[in-house]
């Protein structure tokens, strides 16, 4: 198989991170006789200070071109100090999101029996949890109109949906919803918001349309303690984009950390994988940051744009393989965790390369 990806690493640890994930894919590109042809562009905090602008033409025009987009993290501490910054690293995501389609976030939270005790969560709570969130992607507060009054003492933010916005994502949720376990819960808050109301409205009508799965409708209120207080009970979560950056932000304690979840955005063409961790900058060249989201952001990758199950399996399998042998980093050791086995990023992303290498090929099922 012949594949262009782009490679993005954007900001702070991102810059660690996708080397990693990109050493992964030049190893599954060996071992399975696939052509990964590589290119790298700028986008975030780094293409301001280069160009001016958050999302260059040059990175946007490459972003097309590919078959797929391994992207870093994005984000600097400036930005967080000065909120009336007019030029800012996220209208350069937000923009790649828009102009490439991709309305779609995946979010899988999958739990490694290895990290139990990494989360701030009971154990007993945790163990099974296995939950696919789909995020809109492109709606909501984000796009929507914004003001700010001539004396600044007013601000608003316009919280819009399209119809079209709200079937086309639910209709792939409901989609996943019947390859697994055939369960779906649609959050909103429609005993408050219009937008909300016409979400809900939108999701009963497609689930007719799929009479196998169960269908739940929860407030975003409910669904953030119910996510924390019992997550099994979760398998599909749909959401819009406000709601869906929160609860994922917040399913992240059930990984132990953020440095463990990967995502995919996707739309009709071009798919963009990236963990959902930021950019860190407090950690950033210190050889500190967790590489296992964006390997295992590469398994989505694999898998959702590729094809390629087998493949996909083989790398977390790996990643599993490396946990089990207990390398953790910083951010997923706990006490009971003996100090040669935290690992810097480096190391940490060398020993899954060690993995593939005493591995034979995965059973995809």
Excluded at 12 to 38: C, R
Excluded at 268 to 295: C, M, R, V, Y
Aim: a negative charge; glycine letters at 8%; charged letters at 25%.
């Amino acid at each position: 198989m012949k594949k262009n990806i782009l490679i993005i690493p954007g900001d702070g640890i991102g810059q660690e991170v996708t080397t990693w994930g990109k050493k992964v894919l030049e190893k599954i590109s060996e071992k399975y006789g696939h052509d990964f042809a590589f290119d790298e562009a700028i986008m975030g905090h780094v293409a301001i200070e280069a160009t001016g602008n958050p999302l260059p033409d040059e990175t946007l025009e490459k972003a097309r071109k590919s078959d797929a987009i391994l992207f870093g993290a994005i984000g600097h501490a400036k930005y967080d100090n000065d909120p009336s910054a007019k030029v800012r690293p996220e209208q350069g995501l937000l923009k790649i999101r828009k102009e490439l389609g991709l309305y779609a976030n995946l979010r899988p939270i999958l739990l490694f029996d290895e990290l139990l005790n990494a989360s701030s969560l009971k154990p007993e709570i945790l163990k099974g949890t296995d939950i696919l969130f789909f995020r809109e992607l492109t709606g909501d507060v984000y796009f929507g109109e914004k003001h700010r009054s001539n004396d600044r003492n007013f601000a608003s933010d316009l919280m819009n949906y399209n119809r079209y916005e709200i079937e086309r994502i639910t209709i792939k949720a409901f989609e996943a919803a019947q390859r697994r376990s055939k369960r779906l819960c649609s959050v909103d808050k429609a005993n408050v918001l219009e937008t909300s109301r016409l979400w809900r409205e939108v999701v009963q009508e497609i689930a007719q349309q799929y009479p196998d799965v169960e269908t739940e409708h929860m407030f975003i209120d409910n669904a953030a303690m119910q996510l924390v207080k019992n997550p099994k009970k979760f398998d599909v979560v749909l959401t819009a984009n406000l709601f869906g950056d929160i609860l994922t932000d917040e399913a992240s304690q059930i990984a132990g950390s953020m440095g463990m979840l990967a995502s995919a955005s996707i739309g009709d063409g071009t798919g963009f994988f990236e963990p959902i961790h930021g950019s860190a900058h407090d950690i950033a060249g210190q050889n500190k940051a967790n590489p296992l989201a964006s390997i295992l952001s590469v398994a989505l990758m694999l898998e959702i744009s590729f094809g390629l199950k087998e493949e996909a399996a083989f790398v977390t399998k790996a990643v599993a393989d490396t946990l089990k042998a207990g390398f953790r980093t910083l951010d997923i050791a706990d006490n009971t965790t003996s100090p040669e086995l935290i690992l810097g990023t480096k190391e940490m992303g060398a020993k899954v390369l060690e993995a593939f290498a005493e591995k034979k090929n995965v059973v995809y099922s």
